[in-house]
């Protein structure tokens, strides 16, 4: 069992975690993206591609907040 206090931090942990990683990741994508020498369809694919990834990865994080919001709400040390 865990304390609902540890639990809460874990999952700030995360959600912090989760932002920081969106923001590296991006940044990093859209370097690479312009200075990697693909034609057009090629980079307008893989932009695709690393869109939806993002999306995902807002859904995770909303995910988180979500179950982060029941923890808060519950009964302690019962996860």
Known sequence: MIQKEKLILALDSLIE???????????DMASSLSFGGLGEADRRKILEYFQ???????????AIGEIKKE????????Y
């Open 17 to 27: 975690l989760e932002k920081r990683l969106a923001v590296l990741f991006h940044r």
């Open 52 to 62: 939806a990834r993002a999306v995902i990865q807002t859904k995770h994080a909303n």
């Open 71 to 78: 923890a808060q709400g519950g009964r302690s040390d019962v």
